[in-house]
């Protein structure tokens, strides 16, 4: 069993950066790999970035290629994503998940942070 709780979310103008972070509760953060997911008004939720439970291996949607950093520290029970370049197609509710695998959520979800990039 794991909680997460994310921060970070907030308003940007295109073409600026956000961090989000994912704070995990519970001895067994490690164990999970984690992904980041989000949900933009009237779409479906959608895959975005993936690490393994290592930090080794990470993947990420077409959409974050060489603007999104999915990161972690273990240490820390946290997990990050640092978002550049940030586009207003960007603006969604961003999940953290716990126990993933890459596309494909685990059972454990953030209450979400919100995003909104303004053009």
Known sequence: QVQLVESGGGLVQAGGS???????????FSRYA???F?????KEREFVAHIS?????TTYADSGKGRF??????AKNTVYLQMNSLKPED????YCN??????VPG???GQGTQVTVSA
């Open 38 to 42: 989000r949900q933009a008004p009237g």
């Open 98 to 103: 716990a126990d993933s695998r890459v596309g």
């Open 69 to 74: 950093t999915i990161s972690r520290d273990n």
């Open 34 to 36: 984690m992904g980041w």
């Open 53 to 57: 439970w290592s930090g080794g291996s």
């Open 107 to 109: 059972p454990y979800w």
């Open 91 to 94: 603006t969604a509710v961003y």
């Open 18 to 28: 956000l961090r989000l972070s994912c704070a995990a509760s519970g001895r067994t």
